[in-house]
């Protein structure tokens, strides 16, 4: 995953306080208002202590010099130091005309301290000080909170910048290793890496084997081996044995950042229920105000300027959408930080709301359910001659070539321990390849070589190789050439090696009620249940068909469809081309991840609605009890209750969005 220019690796590490952008009132460090709290805290208990109310409901009496001051004074440091966030943000929300939150937090201090005010000065007989303290506290209280539950969400980017090591042993020319900081290191530098250290940049292992845990990356927890010629991952750690790695990124180039960047995306993306929220909320300001200007005219035309002043605030207070504000945005920080944590990386919000509704999945083949990379699945002798030395000889033809199937063929005899020494190696262009294998000429290629040296194949190598062209493998013929004579020893299938995790992902999805599961590929019909000429098209017409369509792929020619179907799933070891058109991106390459994605979605769409209708169900109840509407019962709520009241509603949607974290989205589950 290459995105941007090459930049220091450092310049990643990320700042939750300062990426934000989910919050409704972005830039709030929790550790201001954690300050302003205590301090606004210590400054409330005198305030409390002295007020003649408490005094007179717990039954004692203090009376010294200067008492009368201590309301007055120490409230209005209270509604200057703790309050100025709520001003302020009052007027951000005035100049940007979205009126919300602070805007009705600002009204109800400024409010309840003018109230405070004019008791002071003997205009009205509220004892309103401590009741304004309490409220501000408490409202500081609430918003600490809840900076600090989408902080720790967000934490997910620290988490990832803090995987990078700050040092790496970067080894020069003559041998010698010297340590340098991570953003010292240049493409090409070649780097070492011990037992237990991590790799400090993305690169290719040029020395050395080792077991990585790559569990940043794929969330799978298990070790890979990895060995020379392989590619590695920064933040990935080598466990057991020393390796040295070629430099291939650094910085901004680097998989680790480009994860970080597509969780900082999602995370600051809006879905559907976002929008609706926010709709919500903006509405619910509007009907805050019109309840508290209705509850102050009618408690005032009922003959009690005091009780007008108390409900008024105590509805604009208890008005505040705190839950509301955190109902969505915390569900959103949550869940993108369970699936980082897995491996499944969100990059568009509405992706993944839209994964909860699909019915049809459509995959990919080669390099989605097969691993991308040849394997020989059988191999089929001439009489006379057995399968060890049809192995043997095959793969010591191919060893010079580079040809993916000629890999294959020398890794299996390399397995097998059956591999022999050729020279004289000639490359056959279109046809296949020769070579010398003691001292007798052979030459491997398909049906081209075969029709150019007009050679038959033996009926019993025939009958062994037709099931295997029938199932799509690749058939490839050696043949021992002597000067224009040609004889066929022996024949060779290859397939794509299906994953072993296949299987069960397709299980899995159809225990989560997926009506159709696909296989489109551009290989061979034997292979294919669905074969299209056009992938693009085929998303098209199941869509047509009234179908909600993931397709998952990881190639070029997978982009188009990918970008029309309504989730696009792209597996991490993929084309950039494809990751870029996909909405969700799977980093191990495990097509079980798929069901996770759905469990995901799921998951965090029941929990924004279920936050949703709290947050909108407190305020239909709690609103007309604020404007005192069971007044006649003996029911009312004070400002400062009121103020309790709200922080509980916002205590319980953090509570609820925090069981996203029990989710199991794990792709080695017990029944795989």
Not at 86 to 95: M, Q, T
Not at 176 to 194: F, Q
Not at 290 to 299: C, N
Not at 333 to 338: D, H, Y
Request: glycine share 10%; charged share 20%.
């Amino acid at each position: 995953m290459q995105h941007g220019p090459t930049t220091n690796a450092r310049s990643h590490r990320t700042d939750p306080a300062r990426h934000n952008d989910t919050d409704t009132h972005a830039g709030h460090d929790p550790n201001v208002f954690r300050r302003k709290f205590w301090w606004s805290l210590a400054l409330t208990v005198p305030i409390v202590v002295t007020s003649h109310m408490v005094m007179d409901w717990f039954g004692y009496s203090l009376d010294f010099p200067g008492m009368a001051w201590i309301g007055p004074v120490l409230g209005s440091v209270v509604f200057c130091y703790g309050g100025w966030p709520f001003l302020a943000g009052a007027a951000s929300e005035i100049r940007g005309r979205s009126p919300g939150m602070m805007l009705l937090i600002a009204m109800a201090i400024s409010v309840a301290y003018l109230a405070s005010l004019a008791t002071s000065i003997g205009l009205l007989e509220l004892d309103f000080w401590w009741e304004l303290a309490a409220l501000v506290t408490i409202m500081l209280l609430g918003h600490w909170q809840e900076m600090k539950a989408i902080g720790q969400a967000q934490g997910a980017l620290s988490a990832l910048s803090a995987l990078l090591p700050d040092d790496a042993e970067r080894v020069a020319d003559d041998g010698r290793v010297r340590r340098v900081t991570v953003t010292d290191l240049r493409t090409g530098d070649v780097v070492l890496v011990r037992p237990g250290a991590r790799v400090p940049a993305d690169g290719t292992i040029t020395d050395g084997q080792a077991e990585l845990d790559e569990s940043m990356i794929t969330g799978e927890s298990r070790p890979v081996r990895r060995g020379v010629g392989d590619h590695v991952v920064a933040g990935t750690v080598a466990t057991d044995s020393a390796i040295r790695v070629r430099v291939g990124a650094v910085g901004a180039d680097t998989a680790l950042a480009g994860i970080q960047r597509l969780v900082e995306q999602a995370q600051a993306s809006s879905g559907r229920a976002q929008v609706l929220a926010d709709r919500f909320a903006a509405l619910l300001f509007y009907v805050a105000l019109g309840a508290a200007v209705a509850t102050f005219a009618s408690w005032w035309a009922y003959g009690s300027l005091d009780d007008s002043v108390v409900r008024t605030v105590t509805v604009l207070v208890i008005a505040c959408p705190h839950a509301l504000g955190l109902a969505i945005p915390l569900v959103i920080a949550l869940s993108t930080a369970v699936a980082a944590k897995a491996g499944i990386l969100v990059k568009n919000r509405l992706a993944l709301e839209r994964m909860r509704t699909v019915d049809t999945v459509l995959f990919d083949k080669t390099g989605t359910l097969t691993k991308g990379t040849h394997t020989v699945t059988g191999v089929a002798a001439a009489s006379g001659h057995d399968d060890d030395e049809v192995l043997r000889i095959a793969a010591a033809v191919e060893a010079d070539s580079e040809h993916p199937l000629a890999r294959a063929i020398v890794a299996a005899a390399e397995q097998a321990g059956r591999r022999g020494r050729a020279s004289d190696f000639r490359s056959l262009t279109g046809r296949g390849v020769q070579a010398t294998v003691d001292g007798t000429r052979y030459a491997v290629g398909g049906p081209a070589l075969l029709d150019e040296l007009a050679v038959q194949v033996p009926a019993e190598v025939e009958a062994a190789t037709d099931p295997w062209s029938r199932q799509g493998a690749a058939v490839l013929h050696l043949l021992r050439c002597d000067g224009d004579r040609a004889e066929v020893l022996g024949a060779l299938g290859l397939a794509d090696e299906v994953r072993p995790e296949a299987r069960r992902a397709i299980a899995q999805l159809r225990e989560q009620g997926i009506r159709k599961i696909v296989m489109l590929t551009g290989d061979a019909r034997p292979v294919a249940e669905v074969l299209p000429a056009d992938k693009d098209k085929a998303v098209a017409d199941l869509q047509a068909r009234g179908l909600t369509v993931a397709m998952v792929g990881d190639g070029v020619n997978d982009a188009p469809a990918l970008a029309r179907a309504d989730v696009g799933i792209a597996i991490g070891a993929g084309t950039d081309v494809a990751i870029e058109s996909a909405g969700v991106v799977l980093a191990s390459s495990d097509p079980r991840g798929v069901t996770g994605v759905i469990r995901l979605s799921k998951a965090s769409y029941r929990k924004m609605i279920q936050n949703l209708g709290w947050a909108a169900g407190y305020n239909v109840v709690a609103i007309p009890l604020a404007a005192g509407v069971l007044a006649w019962a003996g029911v009312t709520l004070s400002p400062a209750v009121g103020a309790i009241l709200m922080s509980a509603s916002t205590i319980v949607v953090a509570l609820n969005a925090q069981l996203l974290r029990g989710v199991q989205l794990n792709l080695a589950d017990p029944a795989a």
